[in-house]
């Protein structure tokens, strides 16, 4: 963590069960009464909680494919892995081993988080002290997160805010999403209240006031939307009264945003906004709050691998002796479907107009130049098809200091929660209670700042329509609701690529599979453009259904009533008897 946040407690304190008996306590045993004594001790306690996100089998690394919708995120071939390729493409089982990774280390950061708030709730003098206070605000912050995540990956879950103390405990029966909601509004409403304003905190790695009120509002879009029930394989969504009532919640947020004042564009630009993160600069103007990885652990738990397996590639050095002239390794799993460049506003001779294009689309590499010992960047290709592999350029080796001592770790913050992400949540809530016109002006407000040319009735077509981008016949846009839909549902797209919300936008829209089947067609159907290409005579056998059934089968493999949903991990099903067996629709 770039504040320099000790580590030091690793996997937090071990607090002993009840029901074990121990003759003789480890060094690194401490009694839950006698260990939260102090501020210090309860604070060590919370770094426990960011522990857990901040390994890399969790938001180091795995968490990455979770991500992948129609969209601008893919791992690169088809062939089944058990891992990262079977969640981006749609094909993986309740045995893949990260989404075990993940649903472990959620739970262990829950239960992290119900130790720590109801030991320091219990502290002396805990009533009076708003520094112990703004730790419980972090805690349940950091609950409703990790309880948020599991609720939209895999539906009706054991949950509970009380931690586990003995084995007995261990084996909970699924609970009510709803009722889960209710618990993370209910943590997320203490921690706006408890936690600190956004000019008052030092770092952008500890959530404040704004980050809690920007989750909420994510939060409350999410349980307005449509969501798969675990039992019947249906998708449904709230009553349209409940449904205004949550929308209302989001722009009550977003008002309170405006007055509080702080929190706005980053004043430096959207692309500098990126190169903060590799080059390791903290500012929450923008950035609500990050996922801290720190850079100096090498290949321990914590240093993370952002910039290298979600950024352009870059081949490592020829030899790893006087590193500090190179650049670190890229391995660039992750890449982008290469017609999204031509989606976005561009000027009349093809250079950018919107400037998140040329900051979120890369089409170079770095290769390792063996005559002159330098990583020199490359557009050219061998052949039309790989040239066809484009990176997503949010996160890049090239942005980070020269030097390195591990090629694949990288300490580059992830930031789940951005000030142009709580606009747009707020223009989408805006246009559901009939008030599009300023739904159309927060809109607005975010093109603005990536120069793009603002949407209106006179050029909504021209920009959102076939041919300059697809057509999306599951959206209605006979009305003015239904254009800004339309154009919420690219311009979410264009601004927040990569970030980890685009599927999540789908599921709460019910149209997931809608939105895979029109990306697959239209990849099917692609043919680029052989200016683009320095070898364009390769285009005259290029076969777009071929590429993209070596590169993109998502829309094919997606199963309506499946797949909105990942299956709880086997090995759970298999030791939780209060399970019964179940998993979740379409899942052994």
Known sequence: MKNKMIYALGALMVIGFGSCDLTEKPTSYYEKDTYFVTEDKARMAVVGIYDCLETGEYYGQYIMPFFGSD???????????????????????????WIASVWKFAYQGLDRANLAIA?????????????????????????????????????????????????????????DRELIYDQIIDDL?????????????????????????????RVYLQRAGYSLS???????????????????????????????????????????????????????????????FEPNQG???????????????????????????????????????????????????????????????????????ATTETQDKSYTASSIAKSLYRYPGKWRREWMALGFVDPNHTGVNYCPLRYADVVLMAAEAYNETNNTTEAWKLLNDVRQRAEATPITSANYASL??????????????????GKFRTALYWERGFELCYEGQRKYDFLRWGCLGDALRAAQAYIESWYPDANEYINASTLQSWDPVSWASSNYVAGHNFVDGKHELYPIPLAEIQSNAALNGQNNPGFE
């Open 230 to 292: 675990s039992t019947t394989g249906k998708l449904t969504r709230p009553d349209d009264t409940t449904r205004k009532s949550y929308f209302e919640a989001v722009i009550r947020e977003w008002e309170t945003f405006k007055v509080e004042g702080y929190h706005n564009f980053y004043g430096g630009g959207y692309e500098q906004l990126f190169k903060n993160y590799s080059q390791l600069i903290l500012n929450n103007q923008e950035s609500l709050w990050e996922i801290a």
């Open 299 to 369: 290949q321990t738990d914590n240093s993370g691998m952002w910039a290298t397996y979600n950024g352009p590639i870059v081949d490592a050095p020829g030899s790893y002796s006087g590193t500090s002239s190179y650049m670190g390794r890229a391995n660039a799993f992750f890449t982008v479907l290469p017609y999204w460049k031509s989606f976005y506003e561009s000027n009349a001779d093809g250079s950018q107009k919107d400037v998140r294009r040329d900051v979120n689309f890369v089409d170079y590499a770095y290769v390792w130049n």
């Open 464 to 481: 959102m329509k076939a041919p300059k981008v697809y057509n999306l016949d599951f959206i209605d846009d006979s009305d003015d609701a």
């Open 71 to 97: 969209d601008m995120f893919m791992v690169r071939g088809v062939g089944a892995d058990g891992t990262r390729r079977d969640l981006s493409h749609y094909m993986y089982t309740s045995s893949n081993t």
């Open 119 to 175: 030991s320091i709730e219990q502290m002396e003098g805990y009533e009076g002290n708003t520094a112990l206070q703004e730790l419980v605000g972090q805690a349940k912050f950091l609950r409703a997160f990790l309880a948020f995540d599991l609720v939209r990956f895999f539906g009706d879950v054991p949950f509970s805010v009380d931690y586990t103390s003995g084995y007995e405990q261990t084996s909970k029966p699924r609970m």
């Open 189 to 217: 409403n203490f921690a706006k209240e408890h936690l600190y304003v956004g000019s008052a905190v030092a770092s952008s790695e500890i959530p404040c006031k704004g980050a809690a009120r920007a989750l909420l509002m």
